[in-house]
Nanobody
Framework: QVQLVESGGGLVQAGDSLRLSCVAS????????AGWFRQAPGKEREFVAG????????DYSNSVKGRFTISKDNAKNEVYLQMNNLKPDDTGVYYC?????????????????WGRGTQVTVSS
């Protein structure tokens, strides 16, 4: 079993930046892809960003494209989400997810392990 723990969330103002981190522990996968999802109050969880095993492919939701950057360190089993120019609509709980597939993409059902989330609140 893989345990994922997110960190780096907080309360910021519009236009600020945050960097989320996610570290995996336990029976970590030999190869894996990762994603970030978020859930705003009263809304369903949505895809934010994904990255494949070799770091050659990344995907972003239209709402964050150009502002967020996903990256990872395979050796450290860590995933990051750099969030710039944050907007109030970015408020929500951010979840890290890991898949045993080389690339799981935007579908949450393809991810095997999930963290408990970290709260991001952006004030206007």
């Amino acid at each position: 079993q893989v345990q994922l723990v997110e960190s780096g969330g907080g309360l910021v103002q519009a236009g600020d930046s945050l960097r989320l981190s996610c570290v995996a522990s336990g029976r970590t996968l030999r190869s894996w892809s990762a994603g970030w999802f978020r859930q705003a109050p009263g809304k369903e969880r949505e895809f934010v960003a994904g990255i494949n095993w070799s770091d050659s492919n990344t995907d972003y939701s239209n709402s964050v494209k150009g502002r967020f950057t996903i990256s990872k360190d395979n050796a450290k089993n860590e995933v990051y989400l750099q969030m710039n120019n944050l907007k109030p609509d970015d408020t929500g709980v951010y979840y890290c997810a890991q898949s045993g597939l080389l690339y799981a993409g935007t579908m949450s059902s393809l991810y095997d392990f999930w963290g408990r989330g970290t709260q991001v609140t952006v004030s206007s």
